[in-house]
């Protein structure tokens, strides 16, 4: 029985390097097998208040531990007697205990703000673990093609295109990384405040309102004054000049001045 071999395939510089669409369809087939749970992002913030910060930390902190979680940033101000003011914390927790993080936060403190946001990435997910096999069996496909390559044309050709592919594939990756932090940790992001810092924040915008006002007003007024006397200034010394000359030109004029004629006061009369 004769057994049918398959035709060589040759390296040419018309040779084109196109996906196997077959093979394509069963990756997505695989991967889509794969992803039995939905891949979902889950984010939330979270505002509150609290008679003590310092010990409203500590309990978000022992919280973080229950449940496995990462404390990503904080950031914290304190009040000129040293005592804590504020902190803004952005917290890693695994997705399926997001609910029970927000839960537990709004125990922590008086809740001002609770918000709470999900997208749904699955496709995305699916998409991208495929388009990553197929970059990667069509970078072997090149290298393969490589090996054969015989003219320099045929090898500088070749490698620029796995370079391309393996940039491409280096991006997937980095996409799929993201991905898989996104949807394995939800993000919540929390700010805890003292309860007084609200009242002394109040008291100074309404105090730089009017300060700003004032301010504003009186800046005015000395431009104002400024403006004007910079132009008083510039005339003096004009008016200076015109005194000076202006006074025995016009004593002069009049000294030479023809007196009237008895005709004319005649005519005048």
């Keep these: 029985m004769a057994h049918r071999t398959a035709p ?3 390296l040419s510089d018309g040779e084109a390097f196109a996906p196997e669409q077959a093979t394509d369809d069963r990756a997505a087939a695989s991967a889509a097998a794969e992803v039995r749970e939905r891949a979902v992002i889950a984010s939330g913030a979270v505002g509150l208040r609290s008679d003590d910060v310092t ?3 500590d309990e978000v902190r022992d919280l973080l531990d229950q449940l496995d979680g990462q404390l990503a940033e904080e950031e914290s101000r304190t009040a000129a007697d040293g005592a804590l003011q504020s902190v803004r914390m952005v917290l890693r927790v695994p997705s399926g205990s997001f609910d029970t993080a927000m839960a537990g936060l709004a125990e922590v403190g008086d ?3 609770q918000t709470r946001s999900t997208e749904d990435v699955t496709t995305q997910v699916i998409d991208t673990q495929v388009r990553i096999r197929a970059q990667r069996r069509s970078i072997a496909r090149i290298e393969t093609l490589l090996d054969r390559a015989e003219t320099l044309g045929q090898v500088v050709r070749v490698e620029s295109e796995l370079t391309r592919r393996q940039a491409d594939l280096d ?3 980095g996409q799929q990384e993201w991905l898989s932090d996104q949807t ?3 993000t919540i992001h929390l700010t805890l405040r003292a309860h007084d810092d609200l009242e ?5 915008v309404d105090e730089a309102g009017f300060v700003a006002g004032l301010r504003a007003g009186w800046d005015a007024l000395t431009d104002a004054a400024v403006a004007t006397s910079t132009v008083v200034g ?3 010394p004009w008016a200076v000049l ?3 000359l202006g006074v025995p030109l016009a004593l002069v004029l009049r000294r030479r001045r023809p007196a009237p004629t008895a005709a004319s006061a005649a005519s005048a009369e």
């Design 111 to 113: 809740v001002v703000q």
């Design 200 to 204: 002394k924040t109040e008291d100074e």
């Design 171 to 173: 991006s997937l990756l």
């Design 55 to 57: 010990g409203s930390r």
């Design 234 to 236: 510039a005339l003096l």
């Design 8 to 10: 060589a395939t040759t």
């Design 242 to 244: 015109v005194a000076v």
């Design 184 to 186: 394995s940790l939800a």
